[in-house]
């Protein structure tokens, strides 16, 4: 259990969280503006984005692996569909948070639909989108800890030996360092939100 042996299992932890995040993001985000957009279609859309939320992560480990094998490839699918909602639902909320009177200003200054949404919706709602993300992420690096059962390494190596063997080291090492990274993605992201908040005031 030595330093350079925990470094490399986190960094492979990192990595497939911040892929599965993005994953998620790059999902979510517009699953979210067609919620906010359609609104006669949005209980379907967020209907169907829970279902990530619905299903355990393990349970979508099961039915992926037979497809995908073992490693990396099921891992990121299970994470990132846990990831999707809290981002897609939070796009969706903070799009429909947006003031009218900063979208009849909008109009009023002759921006089309497209400028009026990336120079002043997006902007406005950045801030309740990062906290969608801020959540997926905590909830992702927390559950990549699964990935250990099929192979892909991480920081659940060491919950998953400790168990095995018995040995409460293991297992608070593994889940100290998943608490750290899950501090760091939070403390982050919370300034990244902030930011984009004093920007938009």
């Keep these: 259990m030595s330093l350079p042996h925990l470094l490399a299992h986190a960094q492979t932890h990192v990595a497939l969280s911040a892929a599965a995040l993005s994953a998620g993001t790059a999902t979510g985000v517009p699953l979210g503006i067609l919620a906010a957009r359609l609104r006669g279609t949005r209980g379907a859309i967020l209907g169907l984005v829970n279902v990530g939320r619905v299903i355990p992560s393990l349970a979508v480990l099961t039915f992926v692996v037979p497809v995908l094998g073992v490693g990396f490839k099921p891992a990121l699918v299970a994470l990132a569909l846990l990831a999707i909602p809290p981002i897609a639902i939070n796009t969706d909320l903070g799009l429909r948070s947006v003031p009218p009177a ?34 997926a992420a905590i909830e992702v690096i927390a559950s990549a800890t699964l990935a250990a059962f099929v192979g892909a390494g991480g920081l659940g190596e060491y919950i998953l030996r400790g168990l095995q063997a018995g040995d409460p080291a293991l297992l608070l090492t593994g889940a100290g360092a998943v608490a750290l990274l899950a501090f760091a ?17």
Excluded: H, I, N, S
């Design 102 to 135: 900063a979208l009849d200003v909008a109009r009023g200054t002759g921006m089309t639909a497209m400028q009026a949404f990336a120079r002043v919706e997006w902007p406005l709602a950045l801030p309740v989108v990062l906290t969608g993300v801020r959540t």
């Design 185 to 201: 993605a939070e403390f982050t992201l919370a300034l990244a939100a902030r930011r984009a908040g004093e920007r938009t005031a």
